[in-house]
């Protein structure tokens, strides 16, 4: 199971100095003992060679994070508007609705789009599957539970995957019948000890990939419900994850709480790289170079005060939309970090906002129940 | 706490900043005069100003500050919205802003409401009077200490001076406004299920070199971004003209040119749209190498298949792709070899992982360059479509119909029949509906 919450706590004589105290379990050496806290602080302690105090090592590795950053600036570095100064400037777009979808009585939490590029899902209350194109609702399933935070289609378009408050992912296959009670086909495959944030399918319908309250992203096989790879790494709630179109479709994003986002091999369930961000500035949307290994550019602007809650690139990677706690939605050039349009088609927080497949255009859910569509 | 409340208390602190901040002025209220207070046009004005954005964004800016209770209107204090005109409104007080009072508690509304209702009888509108009673119910136990505070705030506000009473008594009302909405009104202040957070303060602020990448792929696929340029024939949700996903769906007998330039980007591009795919098996079997792409496929997968029918799959890639003596051997090198069959002895999900990977990067390094140079490839780029515009109807009757495409479901579903030859194939495409 995902869990990394619990402590186990038992009470009793502790291993090292034989008083009865609240214990806590640990391995050394491979050896599970029982030590109370005090005299695991001075076993953490004993770690420390001759000469050395904690406040030494403490100063020592400030030091090295110093030279770290020296050797960082030696690179000769620019802003990422700096080299994109000889792209051209792009004029104010002008982004219109095309087409709400309303049938949702709550609010919409979360949406994805089918590899038909027509087609697509999304999540209140109810799970409505709907032809997005004709605004044509074609099923809707009611969940037991109030929050449904995540909703993925898969690839093959046959399958879709949701869960949230009730801290599984269950898979429903589509059907054709429109009376057919989705309900009864249900199928739980991803258990987590709090609230899924975000699932995913991996390439196919047969893995799905699920994040989670409770601090943990996994892996799953959907045919059978195994867990096939736990990413433990996060100090605090994962809210969200996306995967990396990469040659050998390995690894996978995932933001957290605890201001990380983390990249993970998927294979081996190891972090492979972290991104942090400085408390005071959480308004703003960031960009991070994977293989340059840090932060590239900002996206705020002093008049926006509230967060973004979701963003989605534009086919290019030129223009990105994110959508705001302030109900509006803000797009941006990435290049050159500038704002180029906001919207204001919404009555309440954007929850969710993600590009179609094709790129032919957005769609934005929000709290105020309902979907829209936007292309230029 | 949400942060937002962090920015925003910033903006109302520099609203307030003696130099240069809001110009305030006494507002008459009946007959009383109400020191520091602002119109909602000065607001806006000065939005605009201070952060150099539209009106409009000005006018959603002040809405929330006024929603959030930073702001209270004097003259309609249940109407919490910023009118851009002469209409009054001052600062909230710092004791009752959202950061330093929330949640409210069950105690401070019992007391304020049995303040109203001891002030002036009746006074108490039909939400209030339920929650009243509803409190009185669940805190029963502290209603004596509730009647006293209530009596004692009231005997200590009446020796204020009027004007202070009633800026006093506004900014609680406002302050339980936002706290206590009457039903029917949007809960400002619901933020969704609990979220752990945790507080990192390492700053991280460096930038690289790989920029110029990133610029360059963001040109590169311009032309291909609908959004930024537009696509040929026209956008199916601009003109309700479908012809767009038509003339671009996996099983066109003659792709767009676009498509076909994009399959030169990259050779993820080129796998990654099945039509290349085809195409470049095609290739390969004229350079009788297609076993490449055949192996690659398989181990695809083996890869995102069942975890159940990995044993299985893996036996037949040996069968086919990697036993001595294979109708489809495939050429990886003999360390990469060794190590893939004596890890098949215990199959899992990435045991064709090495192998893999030779025969992709052989393939893009060898295969996909000379396929880009090839006859096969430069004649589909040739004889590629680049399709009319057409503009968007300008007549709202000449709209076109809407129909709903055939469900994915649906197109596996028929494969299936038609093995079978079922009857219900009729009923099968009344899952398909238009709509006007």
């Known amino acids: 199971m995902c869990d990394q919450t619990?402590?186990?706590i038992t009470f009793g004589p502790c291993d090292s100095c034989s008083q009865n105290k609240p214990?806590?379990?640990?391995?050394?050496?491979?050896?599970?003992?029982?030590?109370?806290?005090?005299?695991?602080?001075?076993?953490?302690?004993?770690?420390?060679?001759?000469?050395?105090?904690?406040?030494?090592?403490?100063?020592?590795?400030?030091?090295?994070?110093?030279k770290l950053e020296e050797e960082r600036a030696k690179l000769h570095d620019v802003e990422l508007h700096q080299v994109a100064e000889k792209v051209e400037t792009l004029g104010q777009f002008v982004i219109k609705t095309r087409r709400t979808l309303k049938g949702h009585g709550n609010k919409v939490?979360?949406?994805?789009?089918?590899?038909?590029?027509?087609?697509?899902?999304s999540s209140s209350q109810v799970i409505m599957r709907s032809a997005a194109v004709c605004v044509l609702q074609e099923h809707a399933v009611t969940m037991p539970c109030t929050w449904v935070m995540a909703c993925a289609y898969a690839p093959s378009g046959c399958v879709i995957a949701c869960g949230g408050l009730d801290n599984k992912c269950s898979v429903y296959p589509l059907s054709l019948d429109k009376n057919e009670n989705l309900a009864a086909k249900k199928k739980s495959v991803a258990m987590h000890t709090n609230y899924l944030s975000a699932c995913s399918f991996t390439n196919s319908d047969m893995q799905l990939l699920t994040s989670s309250g409770d601090g943990t992203c996994a892996l799953w096989d959907v045919e059978s419900g195994q867990l096939l790879q736990s990413f433990h790494g996060h100090s605090a709630d994962v809210l969200s994850l996306d995967l990396a179109p990469s040659e050998t479709g390995n690894t996978f994003v995932s933001g957290g709480c605890d201001k990380k986002a983390n990249v993970w091999d998927m294979r081996s369930g190891q972090n492979i790289q972290s991104f942090e961000t400085h408390e005071s500035d959480i308004n703003s949307c960031r960009l991070y170079d994977l293989r340059a290994d840090r932060e590239v550019a900002i996206y705020s602007k002093e008049s926006i005060i509230f967060g973004a809650s979701s963003v989605d690139f534009s086919l290019s990677g030129r223009l990105l939309f994110a959508g705001y706690n302030d109900y509006n939605i803000n797009v941006w050039d990435v290049l050159k970090g500038t704002r180029v349009a906001?919207?204001?088609?919404h009555e309440n927080r954007v929850s969710t906002v993600r590009v179609s497949p094709d790129g032919t255009a957005f769609c934005s859910g929000s709290w105020d129940n309902t979907l829209d569509f936007n292309p230029v | 706490m949400s942060f937002y409340k962090i920015t925003m208390e910033r903006v109302i602190v520099s609203m307030q900043d003696p130099d240069m901040g809001m110009k305030m002025r006494n507002q008459r209220l009946l007959i009383t005069v109400i020191p520091h207070a602002m119109t909602g046009r000065d607001i806006v004005d000065w939005?605009?100003?201070?952060?150099?954005?539209?009106?409009?964004?000005?006018?959603?800016?002040?809405?929330?500050?006024?929603?959030y209770g930073y702001i209270y209107p004097l003259k309609e204090p249940r109407n919490l919205c910023l009118k851009q005109d002469e209409t009054p409104y001052r600062f909230q007080t710092p004791y009752y802003w959202t950061s330093t009072r929330w949640p409210a508690s069950e105690l401070d509304y019992a007391i304020y409401l049995a303040k109203k209702n001891i002030r002036k009888q009746g006074e108490l509108i039909e939400y209030e009077k339920e929650c009243y009673n509803a409190l009185h119910k669940r805190i029963n136990h502290t209603w004596d200490f509730v009647v006293m505070q209530a009596r004692e705030q009231l005997r200590a506000s009446k020796q204020r001076r009027k004007a202070d009473r009633i800026v006093l008594e506004c900014q609680e009302q406002a302050y339980w406004l936002i706290n206590?909405?009457?039903?029917?009104?949007?809960?400002?202040?619901?933020?969704?299920?609990?979220?752990?957070?945790?507080?990192?303060?390492?700053?991280q602020l460096v930038s690289g070199q790989m920029l110029a990448i990133f610029v360059k792929y963001c040109e590169q696929y311009q032309d291909h971004d609908p959004i930024m340029q537009g696509c040929l024939p026209s956008n199916p949700w601009i003109t309700d003209d479908i012809m767009y996903w038509n003339m671009n769906s996996e099983t066109v007998t003659m792709p767009t040119k676009?498509?076909?330039?994009?399959?030169?980007?990259?050779?993820?591009?080129?796998?990654?749209?099945?039509?290349?795919?085809?195409?470049?098996?095609?290739?390969?079997?004229?350079?009788?190498?297609a076993e490449n792409l055949c192996f690659w496929q398989a181990c695809e997968e083996v890869r995102h298949g069942e975890a159940s029918k990995i044993a299985a799959k893996v036996d037949e890639v040996y069968k086919q792709f990697l036993a001595p003596g294979a109708s489809r051997w495939v050429n990886i090198d003999s360390k990469t070899m060794e190590k893939t069959l004596e890890g098949i002895k215990h199959p899992h999900r990435f045991v064709l992982d090495d192998a893999q990977m030779h025969i992709y990067f052989l393939m893009k390094k060898d295969s996909y360059p000379r396929y880009l140079k090839s006859e096969l490839y430069k004649n589909l780029l040739a004889k590629a479509i680049v399709p009319q515009e057409t503009k968007k109807s300008v007549f709202p009757f000449m709209r076109r119909q809407r129909h709903s495409s055939p469900s994915p479901a649906l197109v596996t579903q028929t494969a299936e029949d038609n093995g079978k030859a079922k009857p219900s194939a009729a009923k099968a495409n009344a899952g398909t509906a238009s709509q006007i």
């Open chain 1, 6 to 8: 619990f402590v186990a």
């Open chain 2, 180 to 203: 206590r909405p009457p039903p029917g009104v949007m809960d400002i202040l619901e933020q969704g299920p609990d979220r752990r957070n945790v507080a990192n303060t390492r700053v």
């Open chain 2, 47 to 67: 939005l605009i100003q201070k952060y150099t954005i539209t009106e409009e964004e000005a006018l959603h800016i002040g809405n929330f500050l006024v929603k």
């Open chain 1, 109 to 121: 939490l979360c949406m994805d789009w089918c590899r038909d590029k027509r087609r697509m899902v």
């Open chain 1, 342 to 345: 906001i919207l204001f088609g």
């Open chain 2, 258 to 289: 676009l498509r076909v330039e994009r399959w030169s980007f990259s050779f993820m591009e080129l796998l990654n749209d099945p039509l290349g795919r085809k195409e470049l098996l095609t290739y390969l079997e004229k350079e009788f190498s």
């Open chain 1, 23 to 66: 214990l806590m379990n640990i391995y050394l050496q491979n050896e599970p003992v029982n030590y109370c806290s005090l005299c695991v602080e001075l076993m953490a302690c004993q770690g420390l060679a001759k000469g050395e105090t904690v406040s030494t090592l403490r100063a020592e590795s400030e030091n090295l994070k110093a």
